[in-house]
C-alpha cells in the first residue's frame, strides 16, 4: 500500500476506532492517514491531496460525497458503516460513493480488499463519467433534436436543438411532455408507438407541434433501454424532415407536370421504373396498363419490335441514340422523338438503358407550316411591287427581287455584282453610303432613307425604304434593302408643302384672329399676328397659357365643359367671353374646326370680336323693355277709363230713370193742384208732392256720392301713374 494517502472523515462513527486500527496494519508510512471530524468544517487545506477517502456515513452522506466530489473530484470514497444499512447504503453509492465497507473488528484483508475494489470502481465510473460527458457534448451538438423520456411519455432531458426545433425551453418541454410536441391524433403516431412497445425500437413518420402552433413533418427513431438501477427509459432522436418533403414534393410535381415521359430499362429490357407521362401516354393510347417487371418490347408498336432491339443493343453497347415514331390516333397523327442514353449507378457500371420521349407533333405542323410559309412569302416576294436588293459584305448586290426588274428596268445580270451607287443619283450618293456604311457597322440596327436612283432609261425616280445588316443571320447573310417607288407621293408632298407655304402665310397675315390648340392638353400650337395684337400679348405670354387659362377665371370650368361636350364634333361656334392681356373683358364669336396635322388632332380657332354688337343688343333690350313697360301702363289706364266710363254709365241711367220717376210724380202732383176742384183733398196731394221730393232728393245725393267716388279713385289713379 505505498504511495497511498487516506483522509478519514470520522463523524460519530463507532467502526473509525475499527478502521485505523486495520490501516495501522497494513505497513502505511507515516503522514500517509490524516482524520478529520467533519467534511463541512474540518476539510484539509488543498496541500493535502488524498487518494482516498473513507467517509463515516450519517444522514447527511448525501450532501457530504457532493461537497467530497466537489474538492477532490475524482478520488475514490468508500463508506464506512457500523452496520448493513441497507437504506443508507443503496443513498450513499447513488450519490457517488464507490462502495461501502462495515467494521466491526480491524481486519487487514478485507480493508484491503475494500481499497482495491474501490479504486477499481473510481477508475470505471470515471471512464463511465468521461463517457457520459462525452455523449453530453454529442447530443447538445447534434443537428438532431435528441430526448430522453419515460414510458408515459414524460420527458426527462433534451438537447439544445430541441429546443429551437420546438420553441420551448427544456424546462416547457418537461412540463409539456411528449403530448405537447407530436400530434396523437395522427394514426401513424399512434401505429408506430404500439410498434416501439412490442418490438423496443421504432423509426418512422410523424408530424411535430411547434409552440405557435406550427405542424410539422418530422422523422425520428426511438428506443426503449434500462438505466442503471434497471428502470425503462425512452431514448428518441428526431430530425425536422419539412424542406426534404417539400423538395420531394416539388420533385414529385414537377415530374409529374412534364409533359416528357421517361422510362428506366434494365440490361435485360425489363421496365425497371417510368414516371406517370409515360404511364398516360400508353394507356391513352393503347389502352394497356404499364407494369414493372414487363419486357419493354411488350409495348412496342407492331412492325417495329427488331427495330426498338436493334436500339437497345447500341445503346447497351454505350452509344446514344435517337428515333422518331408516329402515332395514328382518333383519325390525327402524333409524332414523338425518343432519345436513349445508357442509365450507370453510383459505381460507373451499366445499369440500363434511360428512355425519354417528347412529342413533337406541334412542332412537326409548324415545320410543315414553316415550309408553306416560305413557300407562299417567296411567292408575296416574287409578286410584289416591293422592290428587294441583298448586298454582300462587300457590298456588291447579290440578289433582285422581279419587281426590281419591273420598276427599274434593269436586268440581274445588269445589277449583280455591282454597286448601288452606279445607280444613285449624284446629289444623294454622300447620303447613301453614310446610310450603307451605318448598317455595315451595326448589325440588326434598322436605318430608313429616302434616295433617288436612275431607270435604265435614264429618268430618275425617288425610292424610300430600309437597310439591314443580316451579314450573320443564317439563311441571310446579307445586308438587306427593301425600298418602294414613291415618286409620286414626293411629287404630291413637294406640292403640299408649297401649299403649306401658301395657307400658312395666309394664317399669319389673315386680319381675323386665329389659332389652333391640342385636342388634349389645350396647349396652344399656332397662334397669328392678329390674334397676339387683338388679345394684347406677347407671343410667348400667350404660349405660357392654354384656351383655359386665358379666359377669366370664373369662366374657366364653363369653358373646359363647351370643350368638352363638343370634342366628338368636327365644327361648331357659340359666343362667349374673352380676357385681354390689360383684363378687358371681351364678347366674341368662336368658330372651332377639328383638323388633322402631322398625324395630331387640332382645333383652329377663328375669334371674331362681337362686343359692340352686344352692347347694341344691350342697350336695344333696355328700350324694348321700357317700351314694354309703357305699354303696360297705356293697357292698364285704358281699362281703368272703361271702368270709370262703366260707373258715369250707370250714373246717367240713375240720372236718367230714378229721377225721373219721382220728378214725373211731382209733375202730375202740380198738374192736379192746377186743376184744382173741390173734389180733390189739397193737403194729401202735398204730402205725396214731399214724399216724392224726399225721394228725388235722395236720388240726388246717391248720384253726387258715386260721381264723388269715381272723379276721386281717377284723379288718384292719374297721380299714381305719373308718379310711376
Keep these: 500500500m505505498r504511495g497511498i494517502s487516506f483522509l478519514i472523515i470520522a463523524g460519530k462513527s463507532d467502526g473509525i ?11 502505511l508510512p507515516d503522514n500517509s492517514v490524516m482524520k478529520v471530524e467533519s467534511v463541512h468544517s474540518s476539510l484539509p487545506d488543498l496541500t493535502f491531496k488524498p487518494s482516498f477517502i473513507f467517509l463515516a456515513a450519517t444522514e447527511n452522506v448525501i450532501s457530504d460525497i457532493n461537497t467530497l466530489k466537489i474538492q477532490y473530484n475524482t478520488t475514490p470514497i468508500v463508506v464506512v458503516v457500523n452496520s448493513a444499512d441497507t437504506l443508507l447504503i443503496s443513498t450513499a453509492i447513488e450519490a457517488g460513493a464507490h462502495d461501502f465497507i462495515e467494521l466491526s473488528k480491524p ?15 473510481s477508475g470505471y465510473y470515471n471512464m463511465l463519467e468521461d463517457k457520459a460527458q462525452s455523449f453530453e457534448r454529442i447530443k447538445q451538438n447534434s443537428i438532431n433534436a435528441i430526448f430522453t423520456s419515460l414510458p408515459d411519455g414524460t420527458i426527462l432531458e433534451a438537447n439544445n436543438v430541441a429546443e429551437k426545433m420546438f420553441g420551448y425551453t427544456e424546462a416547457e418541454l418537461k412540463a409539456i411532455g ?23 425500437k421504432v423509426r418512422g413518420e410523424a408530424f411535430g407541434i411547434r409552440k405557435n402552433g406550427e405542424h410539422f413533418i418530422v422523422e425520428f427513431s426511438s428506443v426503449v433501454y434500462k438505466n442503471n438501477i434497471g428502470e425503462s427509459r425512452i431514448s428518441t432522436i428526431v430530425l425536422d424532415i419539412t424542406d426534404r418533403k417539400e423538395a420531394e414534393k416539388e420533385k414529385d410535381i414537377l415530374i409529374k407536370s412534364t409533359e416528357e415521359s421517361f422510362s428506366l430499362i434494365s440490361k435485360d429490357l425489363k421496365i425497371i421504373s417510368y414516371n406517370h407521362q409515360f404511364a398516360l401516354r400508353y394507356k391513352h393510347f393503347f389502352n394497356k396498363d404499364i407494369n414493372k417487371g414487363d419486357s419493354i418490347l411488350d409495348y412496342v408498336q407492331p412492325g417495329r419490335v427488331d427495330i426498338v432491339k436493334e436500339i437497345y443493343q447500341k445503346v447497351l453497347a454505350g452509344e446514344v441514340a435517337e428515333s422518331e415514331i408516329t402515332v395514328p390516333f382518333k383519325g390525327n ?4 422523338f425518343n432519345s436513349y442514353k445508357p442509365a450507370y449507378d453510383n459505381d460507373g457500371k451499366l445499369y440500363g438503358v434511360f428512355v425519354s420521349s417528347v412529342d413533337v407533333t406541334q412542332q412537326r405542323k409548324i415545320s410543315n407550316l414553316l415550309l408553306a410559309s416560305e413557300k407562299r412569302f417567296r411567292l408575296l416576294i416574287e409578286n410584289s411591287e416591293d422592290m428587294i436588293m441583298l448586298m454582300d459584305a462587300n457590298r456588291l448586290v447579290s440578289y433582285i427581287s422581279p419587281s426590281f426588274t419591273k420598276i427599274l428596268g434593269y436586268s440581274p445580270q445588269d445589277i449583280l455584282g455591282k454597286r448601288p451607287l452606279n445607280f444613285t443619283h449624284p446629289d444623294f450618293q454622300a447620303q447613301t453610303l453614310a446610310i450603307s456604311n451605318m448598317a455595315a457597322e451595326n448589325p440588326g440596327v434598322k436605318y430608313s432613307y429616302l434616295s433617288r436612283v436612275t431607270k435604265k432609261d435614264g429618268s430618275y425616280i425617288y425610292i424610300e425604304g430600309t437597310v439591314i445588316n443580316l451579314l450573320k443571320v443564317d439563311g441571310v447573310n446579307a445586308l438587306v434593302n427593301n425600298f418602294i417607288d414613291v415618286t409620286e407621293q414626293k411629287t404630291a408632298q413637294n406640292l403640299l408643302e408649297s401649299s403649306e407655304l401658301k395657307y400658312r402665310t395666309l394664317f399669319d397675315l389673315s386680319p381675323t384672329p386665329m389659332f389652333t390648340y391640342d385636342d388634349t392638353t389645350f396647349e396652344f400650337i399656332e397662334i397669328n399676328k392678329a390674334a397676339l395684337e387683338f388679345y394684347g400679348f406677347s407671343e410667348e405670354e400667350m404660349r405660357a397659357m392654354d384656351v383655359i387659362t386665358m379666359r377669366p377665371e370664373y369662366d374657366r370650368e364653363n369653358t373646359r365643359n363647351n370643350i368638352e361636350s363638343h370634342r366628338d364634333i368636327d365644327f361648331y361656334h357659340l359666343q362667349t367671353i374673352h380676357k385681354k392681356h390689360d383684363g378687358t373683358i371681351v364678347n366674341v364669336q368662336v368658330y372651332n374646326n377639328r383638323v388633322t396635322i402631322n398625324n395630331r388632332v387640332q382645333r383652329l380657332v377663328q375669334i371674331n370680336d362681337v362686343t359692340p354688337v352686344v352692347m347694341m343688343e344691350e342697350e336695344r333690350e333696355r328700350a324694348n323693355n321700357a317700351l314694354r313697360l309703357l305699354n303696360e301702363q297705356i293697357q292698364k289706364r285704358a281699362a281703368e277709363l272703361e271702368e270709370t266710363n262703366n260707373e258715369l254709365r250707370k250714373i246717367a241711367w240713375m240720372q236718367s230713370h230714378m229721377v225721373r220717376a219721382p220728378l214725373a210724380r211731382i209733375l202730375g202732383l202740380i198738374d192736379i193742384l192746377h186743376d184744382n176742384d173741390d173734389t180733390v183733398d189739397t193737403v194729401e196731394i202735398l204730402s205725396k208732392i214731399k214724399k216724392s221730393s224726399i225721394e228725388l232728393d235722395s236720388v240726388i245725393r246717391e248720384i253726387v256720392v258715386k260721381t264723388d267716388s269715381v272723379n276721386t279713385q281717377q284723379v288718384g289713379e292719374t297721380g299714381s301713374t305719373i308718379g310711376r
Excluded: C, K, M, W
Aim: no cysteine; glycine share 6%; charged share 20%.
Design 107 to 121: 481486519n487487514a484483508l478485507q480493508l484491503e480488499r475494500a481499497i482495491q475494489i474501490a479504486i477499481s470502481r
Design 333 to 336: 397523327v402524333y409524332t414523338y
Design 178 to 200: 411528449r403530448q405537447g410536441i407530436f400530434d396523437h391524433t395522427d394514426p401513424n403516431l399512434i401505429r408506430h408507438l404500439n410498434t416501439r412497445n412490442a418490438e423496443g
Design 17 to 27: 476506532a475499527n478502521l485505523i486500527e486495520g490501516l495501522q496494519l497494513l505497513d
